[in-house]
């Protein structure tokens, strides 16, 4: 199915005739999902927004190189990647608070935020993923969340599988041991 759609994708956006069309199912098909991706790394909707906005930028520029060695998702999911450790790369420089501060920034965006249920352990999850190292964060929200196959992660983060499941085994323990000290089980 997600081939059939992907070849559709390509189809349009390789036919000068019917570029945007194509571009429009490509980000109908996958913006959202990739819009989850980059948020829960970048946490504030705005800078996933514009994160996202950048990537689809990218895509629209680059598409044309795709050479379909991987499946389209994967492709635009290193993009996406790429783009948001970028992205907390240059926001990590331009900080000026305390890591306290910081702290108590992430968890006050994440109480006032509106899809943010008030869940007490979504509050602790989110805490703890910040916590992680960044290669740590962004095997575990592949994995965790987006149910990635170790596989299609080595292809994104160009790295090796086994590399990956050690780097989400010490993400769980990390967590589970942020979770303990929080007195939440």
Not at 20 to 45: A, N
Not at 62 to 69: A, G, Y
Not at 163 to 172: G, P, Q, R
Request: proline fraction near 1%; avoid cysteine.
């Amino acid at each position: 199915m997600k081939e059939d759609i992907d070849d559709k994708i390509l189809s349009l956006i390789s036919n000068k005739t019917s570029v945007e069309q194509g571009f429009r199912l490509l980000m109908d098909t996958y913006q959202e999902r990739l819009y989850h991706h980059i948020r829960r790394m970048v946490i504030e909707h705005e800078d996933a927004d514009d994160v996202l906005q950048n990537v689809m930028i990218k895509v629209f520029k680059s598409i044309h190189k795709f050479e379909q060695n991987a499946a389209l998702y994967t492709w635009l999911y290193r993009i996406a990647t790429n783009e948001t450790i970028s992205f907390l790369r240059k926001k990590n420089r331009k900080k000026t608070s305390s890591i306290h501060n910081e702290d108590l920034n992430l968890d006050n965006t994440l109480k006032a935020e509106i899809q943010f249920d008030g869940d007490e352990a979504q509050r602790i999850l989110r805490q703890a993923l910040n916590e992680l190292p960044e290669k740590q964060k962004l095997v575990f929200n592949m994995r965790y969340f987006d149910e990635m196959p170790y596989k299609q992660i080595a292809e994104v983060l160009n790295t090796s599988v086994g590399s990956l499941k050690a780097s989400y085994h010490h993400a769980v323990k990390k967590i589970e041991s942020y979770i303990k000290q929080q007195n939440f089980i």
